[in-house]
């Protein structure tokens, strides 16, 4: 089963390494964390702690650079997007380049009013994680009532024509509620399901928080897989669970990431020891792309994802 999205990501049944899809029709997308605030206090969060805002000004010259980089489309990420009251423009600023928006949030807090702002401005996807039932998910991300409120703003933007990927992060306690999360998927009208294996966040030691978080087994997780797709109406892809069948990672190819304090690397899940990323500068974003893949190949740079923390 294979769906293509409205800007160019493949949304099929694959078990990949990286969670980031090859672009079809070339070019690549850009992650862009526009703030690192965020209301919640999920345990497995991978963001710098440190509050920093990307600045508002610098929207309009990035993404005019993006786009005549060939960039396709802008994953706008966070912390939370949502706390940004000038997330509509962002998004605007975007869809007049030319670049698909896909809103990546905890969608805590959108309301249908702001929902169809956003549209207006050229929103067209939108991806949320959902960790279990209800009791389960808001226990997780420690706020009582997320479950609900998010589900209420997938209803809101499926109702307005945005795309949807949901994304259940998996680990051994939590495998019980991947079938809950296959059905909330398809209430929703989901284009697809994405399960993750949980990334280890930058401030907590390996060894401490691998336990905390244990692999829920890759027979029992293959068998659970096999079922659901079995009867799926949507494609359902894995990240980080079926390493052999596919070493493939996007980093400075099919993605780039922009950090908050506008530092560009292979992607937000990147990391190096010998280079710091560039920090791009109005007019100088096509020359730090170039360095950056060079540095790329020379294996300057490393994926920071749920395979480089075993």
Same mark, same amino acid.
């Given at each position: 089963?294979?769906?293509?999205?409205?800007?160019? =990501?493949?949304?099929?049944?694959?078990?990949?390494?990286?969670?980031?899809?090859?672009?079809?029709?070339?070019?690549?997308?850009?992650?862009?964390?526009?703030?690192?605030?965020?209301?919640?206090?999920?345990?497995?969060?991978?963001?710098?702690?440190?509050?920093?805002?990307?600045?508002?000004?610098?929207?309009?010259?990035?993404?005019?650079?993006?786009?005549?980089?060939?960039?396709?489309?802008?994953?706008?990420?966070?912390?939370?997007?949502?706390?940004?009251?000038?997330?509509?423009?962002?998004?605007?600023?975007?869809?007049?380049?030319?670049?698909?928006?896909?809103?990546?949030?905890?969608?805590?807090?959108?309301?249908?009013?702001?929902?169809?702002?956003?549209?207006?401005?050229?929103?067209?996807?939108?991806?949320?994680?959902?960790?279990?039932?209800?009791?389960?998910?808001?226990?997780?991300?420690?706020?009582?009532?997320?479950?609900?409120?998010?589900? =209420?703003?997938?209803?809101?933007?499926?109702?307005?024509?945005?795309?949807?990927?949901?994304?259940?992060?998996?680990?051994?306690?939590?495998?019980?509620?991947?079938?809950?999360?296959?059905?909330?998927?398809?209430?929703?009208?989901?284009?697809?399901?994405?399960?993750?294996?949980?990334?280890?966040?930058?401030?907590?030691?390996?060894?401490?928080?691998?336990?905390?978080?244990?692999?829920?087994?890759? =027979?029992?997780?293959?068998?659970?897989?096999?079922?659901?797709?079995?009867?799926? =109406?949507?494609?359902?892809?894995?990240?980080?669970?079926?390493?052999?069948?596919?070493?493939?990672?996007?980093?400075?190819?099919?993605?780039?990431?922009?950090?908050?304090?506008?530092?560009?690397?292979?992607?937000?899940?990147?990391?190096?020891?010998?280079?710091?990323?560039?920090?791009?500068?109005?007019?100088?974003?096509?020359?730090?792309?170039?360095?950056?893949?060079?540095?790329?190949?020379?294996?300057?740079?490393?994926?920071?994802?749920?395979?480089?923390?075993?």
């Amino acid at each position: 089963m294979t769906r293509p999205a409205a800007t160019g =990501s493949l949304r099929d049944n694959s078990d990949r390494v990286c969670r980031f899809r090859p672009v079809s029709g070339g070019g690549f997308r850009a992650a862009v964390e526009v703030t690192r605030r965020c209301r919640l206090r999920c345990p497995h969060c991978f963001v710098p702690p440190q509050p920093l805002d990307l600045p508002p000004l610098a929207t309009p010259w990035l993404m005019a650079e993006l786009k005549r980089e060939g960039c396709q489309k802008i994953l706008i990420t966070g912390g939370e997007p949502l706390l940004r009251a000038d997330l509509e423009e962002m998004v605007r600023a975007a869809a007049a380049a030319g670049i698909g928006v896909d809103l990546n949030s905890t969608l805590a807090g959108l309301t249908a009013e702001r929902a169809r702002a956003l549209v207006e401005a050229g929103l067209t996807e939108a991806s949320v994680s959902f960790y279990g039932d209800r009791a389960f998910h808001d226990a997780f991300v420690r706020k009582s009532g997320c479950y609900d409120a998010a589900l =209420s703003a997938c209803l809101s933007l499926r109702a307005l024509g945005v795309e949807l990927d949901v994304h259940g992060p998996l680990w051994a306690e939590n495998l019980c509620h991947a079938a809950h999360l296959f059905a909330l998927a398809e209430r929703i009208g989901a284009a697809s399901l994405t399960f993750f294996r949980i990334v280890k966040p930058l401030n907590v030691g390996g060894a401490a928080w691998l336990s905390s978080f244990p692999d829920p087994g890759r =027979s029992a997780f293959a068998g659970i897989l096999d079922e659901l797709r079995m009867r799926a =109406s949507l494609p359902i892809r894995t990240v980080g669970f079926h390493q052999q069948e596919d070493e493939s990672c996007e980093q400075a190819c099919s993605i780039v990431g922009i950090d908050a304090a506008l530092r560009l690397s292979p992607c937000l899940l990147s990391r190096s020891d010998r280079c710091e990323p560039a920090v791009i500068r109005q007019g100088g974003l096509g020359q730090a792309l170039r360095l950056l893949r060079a540095e790329v190949q020379r294996g300057d740079w490393r994926p920071w994802c749920g395979h480089d923390v075993q």
